[in-house]
């Protein structure tokens, strides 16, 4: 909104022009997302209390800690992040741009499903919510509506075709097979963000610099100049994302802050799964699914462990780890949570350095 009021100006009086610089936007971003959360959270807590007199409802399966150290602790948090990410990116952004409009529809929507998730496992005082198909269709309806939105806004020749890393001229032409391809990547990375947040600052982190890193390769990819400098597929108007992964990292950092050990809020499925699926859409936007992968690698290994644990006792009986996701696994084992909470943040920085070496790898 910032942009579209004020960059005219500039035209006439020269201190307006730093609002056409997106570094300038991308930190204006940023900082107002970090002081909205820090603004607006204790607040939310203390609303989110008042409605929540059990807290969010622990499973019974879990690790037995959690029945103990978890118990009360308020849920949906994830609001507090949605707030500050959506009302900074509408500030910051350019409003002209189809693709903000696209993330924003997955983000926000993503967030409403993972809301009415949560509303129901408090009200139902059980660990289940919306019904898995259910969910699920909701997450394919609005991807679907994303992809179609972004396709129909992004250019030949890379409308309906996937990029492959470390190749600077290979683009897989999918035709309409592309479609459920990046609703694919968008729902499957919502749900796998879903899966790691089970402990305190856990999915948080890594969800941040999975932005930053997007917000990098957003950046790189809009500017025509970068992307062929290091033969990555320039996408017109996709650097105004880096604006909305700004919003998403500042929103996370203040939402750390209350969701550090011991965390006073979790973020429910009201914030993992809407970030989830942010980066998804952010991704298929770039040209850079398969990046995505790697950078997000600690959500894929969660995920896979939950798949393998399910295929083995299903298919033998047995059970490949103690428990499922695998952060529960290493919980079993003894390990103490801020250790495999640190430790998964270290794996989630080196593969991130891993994903945006493919930026300069052709």
Same mark, same amino acid.
């Given at each position: 909104?910032?942009?579209?009021?004020?960059?005219?100006? @500039?035209?006439?009086?020269?201190?307006?022009?730093?609002?056409?610089?997106?570094?300038?936007?991308?930190?204006?971003?940023?900082? +107002?997302?970090?002081?909205?959360?820090?603004?607006?959270?204790?607040?939310?807590?203390?609303?989110?209390?008042?409605?929540?007199?059990?807290?969010?409802?622990?499973? $019974?399966?879990?690790? $037995?800690?959690?029945?103990?150290?978890?118990?009360?602790?308020?849920?949906?948090?994830?609001?507090?992040?949605?707030?500050?990410?959506?009302?900074?990116? *509408?500030?910051?952004?350019?409003?002209?741009?189809?693709? &903000?409009?696209? &993330?924003? *529809?997955?983000?926000?929507? %993503?967030?409403?499903?993972?809301?009415?998730?949560?509303?129901?496992?408090? +009200?139902?005082?059980?660990?289940?919510?919306?019904?898995?198909?259910?969910?699920?269709?909701?997450?394919?309806?609005?991807?679907?509506?994303?992809?179609?939105?972004?396709?129909?806004?992004?250019? =030949?020749?890379?409308?309906?075709?996937?990029?492959?890393?470390? %190749?600077?001229?290979?683009?897989?032409?999918?035709?309409?097979?592309?479609?459920?391809?990046?609703?694919?990547?968008?729902?499957? @990375?919502?749900?796998?963000?879903?899966?790691?947040?089970?402990?305190?600052?856990? @999915?948080?982190?890594?969800?941040?610099? @999975?932005?930053?890193?997007?917000? *990098?390769?957003?950046?790189?990819?809009?500017? #025509? &100049?970068?992307?062929?400098?290091?033969?990555?597929?320039?996408?017109?108007?996709?650097?105004?994302?880096?604006?909305?992964?700004?919003?998403?990292?500042?929103?996370?950092?203040? %939402?750390?802050?209350?969701?550090?050990?011991?965390?006073?809020?979790?973020?429910?499925?009201?914030?993992?799964? #809407?970030?989830?699926?942010?980066?998804?859409?952010?991704?298929?936007?770039?040209?850079? =699914?398969?990046?995505?992968?790697?950078?997000?690698?600690?959500?894929?290994? $969660?995920?896979? #462990?939950?798949?393998?644990?399910?295929?083995?006792?299903?298919? +033998?009986?047995?059970? &490949?780890?103690?428990?499922?996701?695998?952060?529960?696994?290493? =919980?079993?084992?003894?390990?103490? =949570?801020?250790?495999?909470?640190?430790?998964?943040?270290?794996?989630?920085?080196?593969?991130?350095?891993?994903?945006?070496?493919?930026?300069?790898?052709?």
């Amino acid at each position: 909104m910032l942009y579209n009021l004020l960059a005219p100006l @500039a035209d006439t009086n020269q201190m307006f022009n730093v609002f056409r610089y997106l570094t300038f936007r991308t930190g204006g971003a940023t900082m +107002t997302a970090l002081l909205i959360a820090f603004v607006l959270g204790p607040s939310l807590i203390r609303w989110l209390k008042s409605r929540q007199r059990g807290g969010q409802p622990i499973r $019974e399966d879990g690790p $037995e800690s959690h029945l103990l150290t978890k118990k009360g602790t308020p849920t949906m948090g994830g609001l507090l992040i949605l707030i500050g990410l959506s009302v900074s990116t *509408l500030l910051w952004a350019n409003l002209a741009n189809p693709y &903000v409009w696209s &993330v924003l *529809l997955v983000t926000i929507g %993503f967030g409403a499903i993972g809301f009415g998730d949560d509303w129901l496992k408090l +009200t139902r005082r059980n660990s289940k919510g919306l019904p898995g198909k259910l969910k699920l269709a909701f997450q394919i309806a609005i991807g679907t509506a994303a992809t179609l939105a972004i396709s129909s806004a992004m250019a =030949e020749p890379l409308t309906f075709r996937l990029a492959v890393p470390f %190749f600077k001229d290979v683009l897989i032409q999918l035709s309409w097979f592309f479609v459920p391809f990046a609703v694919f990547v968008m729902v499957g @990375a919502s749900n796998a963000v879903n899966l790691t947040d089970g402990l305190d600052g856990l @999915a948080i982190v890594p969800v941040m610099i @999975a932005g930053g890193c997007f917000a *990098l390769i957003a950046y790189l990819s809009g500017n #025509s &100049v970068f992307a062929n400098y290091l033969q990555i597929h320039h996408v017109p108007g996709a650097g105004e994302l880096a604006v909305l992964c700004g919003a998403m990292v500042g929103a996370g950092l203040g %939402f750390l802050w209350f969701n550090a050990p011991p965390a006073m809020v979790f973020m429910g499925d009201t914030g993992s799964l #809407s970030l989830g699926g942010a980066l998804g859409a952010i991704s298929v936007v770039t040209k850079h =699914e398969l990046v995505l992968a790697i950078i997000g690698g600690l959500f894929v290994l $969660e995920t896979v #462990s939950v798949i393998v644990q399910v295929a083995s006792f299903k298919l +033998t009986g047995r059970r &490949v780890f103690r428990m499922a996701p695998l952060h529960h696994h290493f =919980e079993k084992k003894g390990w103490q =949570e801020p250790t495999i909470v640190i430790r998964f943040w270290i794996i989630a920085i080196i593969l991130a350095l891993v994903g945006l070496s493919t930026l300069k790898l052709r």
